[in-house]
Structures are given as structure tokens and as C-alpha cells.
């Protein structure tokens, strides 16, 4: 059973840099898209970046030129580097994975970020 553990969230101000990590445990599939999502209060969960492992990254517009997504297949984990962080960026983020042959879908358990103005 695939498990997922993000660490990294917290407080920052606006302007700083926050590094979210998700580390996968389990059988993974080599193809496979990992990334991230999050949701805001009052708000539907949605896309920041995916990393596949065949093909190219992409980011939400809101983000790009700001975050960075980059994975460590030896160890099934990716990051998330948020660099100049605003207070719309307030959130729980949620790493995802993908995976292809067996197909499944898989969450992690959520991290807030909180940037204050």
C-alpha cells in the first residue's frame, strides 16, 4: 500500500521561501506523476505543479517563475521550493501521486502554509 508523508510547512512572511517535502512508501510505479495541489479556505483544491515522469513540469499559472517542483526518484520523493511567497499562497498543500500500471491515486495527509502580510 502506497503511503504518503509531506514536512515542511509553517508560518512565513511575505516575500520569504518555504521547501514542502513528500516522501512515498510502498510499491510505485517507475511511471508516474507526482505533484502538488492545494485549497484554500472556502476554496476548491487545486493544481500548483506536477512533475510526470516521462515528459515536462507544469506549474499553475499563479505560481510560475516562483516555485519550483523536483523530484528524487531513488528515494520516491519531490519537493516543492516556494520562493517569494505571498498571502494568497495561504494553504494546505497536498502532495499527489499518480501512478500508471497499477493505476492509482494517492494523497497526502495535507501541510499548512501560512504567509502573513
Known amino acids: 500500500q502506497v503511503q504518503l508523508v509531506e514536512s515542511g510547512g509553517g508560518l512565513v512572511q511575505a516575500g520569504g521561501s518555504l521547501t514542502l517535502s513528500c516522501a512515498a512508501s510502498?510499491?510505485?510505479?517507475?511511471?508516474?506523476?507526482m505533484g502538488w495541489y492545494r485549497q484554500a479556505p472556502g476554496k476548491q483544491r487545486e493544481l500548483v505543479a506536477q512533475?510526470?515522469?516521462?515528459?515536462?513540469?507544469n506549474y499553475a499559472d499563479s505560481v510560475k517563475g516562483r516555485f519550483t517542483i523536483s523530484r528524487d526518484n531513488a528515494k520516491n520523493t519531490w519537493y516543492l521550493q516556494m520562493n517569494s511567497l505571498k498571502p494568497d499562497d495561504t494553504a494546505v498543500y497536498y502532495c499527489?501521486?499518480?501512478?500508471?500500471?497499477?493505476?492509482?491515486?494517492?494523497w497526502g495527509h495535507g501541510t499548512q502554509v501560512t504567509v502573513s502580510s
Open positions: 510502498g510499491s510505485i510505479s517507475s511511471v508516474n506523476v
Open positions: 512533475s510526470p515522469s516521462v515528459g515536462s513540469t
Open positions: 499527489n501521486l499518480k501512478t500508471i500500471l497499477p493505476s492509482g491515486n494517492y
